[in-house]
């Protein structure tokens, strides 16, 4: 596993975002994941994706027989980090999921003999027209290494998961272009504020302003994403790339 500077890490992950950028095709992407896991130095990482429609695509790291046993036995219908992540919009530490179910210990062991890793890092990303995806690290460190691996990169592991989803966006059959408004400012740092967990009471006092303007602000952003409440709007803010947390 290789250890790099935060400088080296960098610039690796600058040259992966350079990549899927000019990716030109999905298959890209296979390739692309690979040199993630590289550059992060973990066991694996994966990104898959459901549009509206039901279409999936996946790419990552995982032994092409587990992906193959996981579709077959349905394990998307006990696999804890799907049945969170379907729910949350904030990354999820599979520490913190509840594994104590006869299913899903089963499960857990047969993920671990196809090497997996017992710990694990998932980023949900609700996106346009009822998208999920999810990207996701994951390694056999202790709890300590990987409670500092996930503080220090937290904030790249996003910033890589939205860009791996942007791209496959690009790609969908029959995609329409959005044509979103842009968020002014204001709105950016409101919507940046509720999605890293702030409570309404505390971003106004982050910013500085009445929980009347707050308000504002939120319906504001609310209308010009087109979302049905404040959730959605956050979660289209994030997988339009219009905040980073």
């Known amino acids: 596993m290789g250890v790099w500077s935060l400088e080296a890490l960098d610039q690796r992950l600058n040259t992966i975002l350079d990549r899927l950028e000019a990716a030109s095709e999905l298959d890209n992407l296979q390739a692309i994941s690979e040199q993630a896991r590289d550059c992060f130095g973990v066991s694996h990482v994966v990104y898959h994706w459901v549009s509206a429609s039901g279409e999936q695509y996946g790419c990552g790291t ?3 027989q587990w992906v193959i046993r996981y579709l077959k036995k349905d394990y998307l219908r006990i696999d804890p ?3 969170a992540c379907y729910k949350r919009y904030n990354p999820v ?3 913190d999921l509840d594994w104590t179910g006869k299913q899903v210990r089963a499960f857990l062991a047969e993920a671990a003999d196809y090497g997996i890793g017992h710990q694990g890092y998932s980023i ?4 346009p027209s009822g998208q999920f995806a999810l990207f996701s690290v994951s390694d056999h460190r202790s709890d300590k290494e990987w409670s500092e691996f996930t503080l220090e990169h937290r904030r790249a592991l996003i910033l890589l998961a939205h860009a791996f989803n942007e791209k496959a966006l690009e790609f969908e ?3 329409k272009e959005e044509a979103g408004k842009q968020l002014s400012p ?3 740092d409101t919507m940046t504020l509720l999605a890293i967990g702030y409570s309404r009471a505390q971003v106004a006092d982050t910013l500085s302003i009445s929980e009347h303007t707050l308000r504002a ?11 049905q409440n404040t959730l959605q ?3 289209r803010a994030m997988s339009r790339g219009m905040i980073v947390v």
């Open 173 to 175: 059959r029959g995609k």
């Open 62 to 64: 995982y032994d092409p």
């Open 217 to 227: 602000y939120i319906e504001s952003a609310r209308l010009k994403l087109g979302a």
């Open 233 to 235: 709007a956050v979660a």
């Open 93 to 95: 530490d599979w520490r």
């Open 186 to 188: 204001r709105e950016i």
């Open 124 to 127: 949900p990303i609700h996106g």
């Open 81 to 83: 980090v799907i049945l």
